[in-house]
């Protein structure tokens, strides 16, 4: 399994950014996905989650009603669209595949993780 995250980027304060994951040996489509991201000098934390088929999505309380996480698995994609982006979002975005199909917050519970893609918020 290769995970890859990717679009980060700079960004002004409410503005909005979309990155993506890619799973290149397309193995993370019965898997559930999620996003996690580590600020610097800060602990790894949940982002969002989503199911297999996408029908079941769940996110942290700091990203509710802004973030929003789909998958395209034709494509084998899953997005992170983050809109009202805070200073605070700043952070490395990872992807990680869920060892079964449903969501998750714990980060034991994701068997593999991307290279992860950096995400700055100016104020």
């Known amino acids: 399994v290769q995970l890859q995250a990717s679009g980060g980027g700079l960004v002004q304060a409410g503005g909005s950014l979309r990155i993506s994951c890619a799973d290149s040996?397309?193995?993370?489509?019965?898997?559930?996905v999620g996003w996690f991201r580590q600020a610097a000098g800060k602990e790894r934390e949940f982002v969002a989650a989503?199911?297999?088929?996408?029908?079941?999505?769940l996110y942290a309380d700091s990203v509710k009603g802004r973030f929003t996480m789909s998958r395209d698995r034709a494509r084998n994609l899953v997005y992170l669209q983050m809109n009202s982006l805070k200073p605070e979002d700043t952070a490395v975005y990872y992807c990680?595949?869920?060892?079964?199909?449903?969501?998750?917050?714990?980060?034991?519970?994701?068997?593999?993780w991307g290279k992860g893609t950096q995400v700055t918020v100016s104020s």
């Open positions: 040996r397309r193995t993370f489509s019965n898997n559930g």
């Open positions: 989503i199911s297999w088929n996408g029908g079941d999505t």
């Open positions: 990680a595949r869920n060892r079964r199909s449903g969501t998750a917050t714990m980060g034991a519970s994701y068997d593999y």
